[in-house]
């Protein structure tokens, strides 16, 4: 996918918010990305930010980890209902 692509599909999708190629992921929203990595898929979860560079992204998740991928790897995008319910305390 390009990065024209990805901001296109981040921008429309997913209740993100764009500021200087950096897009923040609504607490609404599950972000799931998919990559190649050779003959498997990298899969991250949970993803908070996605900021787009020249010939690669940085995704961040929920856990605060941060992975580079090359453009022409991301494969998918998955946006899903996010976990942004209230939660009582009670089990």
């Known amino acids: 996918?390009?990065?024209k692509a990805l901001a296109q599909?981040?921008?429309t999708q997913g209740k993100s918010s764009e500021k200087d190629g950096q897009f923040e992921i609504g607490a609404e929203t599950a972000?799931?990305?998919y990559a190649s990595l050779g003959s498997e898929t990298l899969i991250i979860s949970s993803v908070q930010t996605v900021k787009l560079m020249?010939?690669?992204l940085l995704a961040t998740n929920q856990k605060g980890e941060s992975y580079a991928i090359v453009m022409q790897d991301v494969r998918a995008l998955?946006?899903?209902k996010g976990a942004a319910t209230k939660r009582t305390g009670l089990i």
């Open 1 to 3: 996918m390009n990065s």
């Open 9 to 11: 599909v981040l921008s």
């Open 31 to 33: 972000l799931t990305l």
């Open 54 to 56: 020249d010939e690669f």
């Open 78 to 80: 998955r946006f899903g």
